[in-house]
């Protein structure tokens, strides 16, 4: 069921193994890209789901980020092809399988926008959370 609602709207591809992709945005900076472009993509230490690689369903949305830059950075977003697996939909703030939700069997967490989780509640919308040994074909646009 999580799947299907996650999925709703999204673009979808089929990988070079003939699995299901969703199209997905990153915001980083340039120099953070290119890193990503030759040595994949490291995980934050922490986040609103846990540890691991955020991104976006929505453009706009990662192209808020990332929010400071230093003088003479710029601005990129990364559009991946993204293997979800099995998705679990976090929809509040304190879901019991709020940043344990890997250790239960989920492949990826999901923030669905309008839900009152803290950045969401903030006129952003929805947060996605993939482990590492998901596939990513990242590319600037």
């Known amino acids: 069921m999580d799947l299907l609602e996650f ?3 999204l673009l979808t591809s089929t990988d070079k193994n003939g699995y299901k992709t969703y199209v997905m945005f990153h915001g980083t900076t340039l ?3 290119l890193q990503i472009l030759l040595y994949g993509f490291v995980p934050s230490r922490d986040g609103m789901l846990g540890p691991g690689v955020y991104v ?3 453009f706009q949305k990662a192209s808020a980020y990332p929010k400071c830059l230093r003088p003479g950075e710029e601005k990129v977003i990364l559009q991946l ?3 979800v697996g099995r ?3 976090i929809d509040y703030q304190g879901h019991p399988l709020q ?3 890997h250790q239960a ?3 990826t967490a999901w923030v669905p926008p309008n839900c009152g989780m803290l950045w969401v509640s903030m006129g952003f919308t929805s947060d996605v959370w993939v482990p590492m040994s998901n596939t990513y074909d990242a590319k600037p646009i």
């Open 56 to 58: 976006s369903r929505s």
């Open 31 to 33: 120099r953070n890209a």
């Open 81 to 83: 092809s993204v293997l």
């Open 87 to 89: 998705v679990k939909k």
């Open 105 to 107: 069997g989920y492949d």
């Open 7 to 9: 999925a709703l709207g």
């Open 99 to 101: 940043k344990t939700w």
